[in-house]
């Protein structure tokens, strides 16, 4: 799917309105050398962790369930989030290398949102996997075969394609006449498209309302998952069974807070938080984009005793070597 995207974006971008100016954080250029520092080591441990988790889940074995399938989607789909920002905010920060042209403004922009409605996406795959685990675990080899879980792959895949594609069309017919700088340190739909001399207003219906229907609609589904699952959880003869059940679940819940309460903070903040600094709102939102995936294969590497266990194993394998 990305690769399409890609040649719909060269092909949207025909009309090329010239390159944009990234600011970075404003209010605080000066300390922007500074800033910089954490955002690498943040996106270091990120890449790292990523890519130890997709290594133990390709090569183990035990690892060839459902569960870590689609967290291995989960993986991937971080690293393009942080990917597709942190790099050119780097070269933002200790370069000053603010320009960008307006293609790879397009194609920062679609991945940027792409992965974060993928990633949302996934959750709800892996809450459903939770679902059929706890509830129905003597069916959960035969409902969640891998023809099925290709499905759902797809199925979600598209869905995200699909939600953002728009947006790059939506873009692509605004006349940029003003001066094009943009007060972020990355490409996003709403502060790209107020620098257009024109009505912007259907952009900001779909910005705002498409976005916040697809997660209001994860969220419920999530919810309506945990609900059956603390259902059966609690009909469960002995607390021991209990514990165990639910404890399969921490590692996903601790996940959804982490990705869930920072989005839902950032809407209210933009809608009624009128007194809070542009500033605040740009960092907030630029460590939105690179703590989650470097927290989440920490989250699970710690409460995930299978992939606790092979890290354990492959680090004290290389030490001993």
Excluded at 31 to 39: A, Q, R, S, Y
Aim: charged share 10%.
């Amino acid at each position: 799917v990305p690769s399409w995207s890609a040649m719909i974006i060269f092909n949207l971008s025909s009309y090329n309105p010239g390159p944009f100016i990234l600011m970075g954080i404003p209010g605080l250029e000066q300390f922007h050398v500074w800033i910089g520092i954490p955002f690498c080591i943040i996106y270091i441990v990120a890449i790292m962790g990523n890519c130890i988790l997709l290594y133990l889940i390709a090569v183990e074995c035990s690892l060839h369930e459902p569960m870590f399938f689609f967290l291995s989607m989960l993986a991937m789909t971080d690293l393009i989030l942080s990917t597709a920002t942190v790099p050119k905010t780097l070269g933002i920060f200790w370069l000053g290398a603010r320009e960008i042209t307006f293609p790879g403004c397009l194609s920062q922009m679609f991945f940027l949102h792409f992965s974060t409605a993928l990633d949302s996406a996934i959750l709800v795959a892996m809450a459903f996997d939770r679902y059929v685990a706890i509830c129905s675990p003597l069916r959960y080899t035969t409902i969640l075969t891998p023809k099925i879980i290709i499905k759902i792959v797809v199925g979600i895949a598209f869905r995200s394609f699909c939600i953002i594609l728009p947006v790059a069309f939506l873009l692509t017919r605004l006349p940029f006449c003003r001066a094009r700088i943009i007060p972020h340190s990355y490409c996003e739909h709403i502060g790209v498209a107020r620098l257009a001399c024109a009505d912007i207003s259907i952009n900001i219906w779909y910005g705002f309302c498409v976005p916040a229907m697809i997660v209001i609609s994860d969220v419920i589904l999530i919810g309506m998952s945990y609900t059956f699952i603390l259902c059966t959880v609690f009909c469960l003869p002995s607390r021991e069974a209990r514990q165990k059940a639910l404890g399969t679940c921490g590692s996903h819940v601790c996940v959804i807070l982490m990705f869930y309460t920072p989005a839902f903070f950032s809407v209210l903040a933009h809608r009624f938080g009128h007194n809070i600094s542009r500033t605040f709102h740009i960092m907030f939102a630029n460590l939105y984009i690179v703590i989650p995936p470097a927290l989440n294969p920490i989250v699970y590497g710690v409460k995930t005793k299978q992939i606790r266990d092979k890290v354990i194993h492959l680090f004290s394998t290389k030490c001993l070597e």
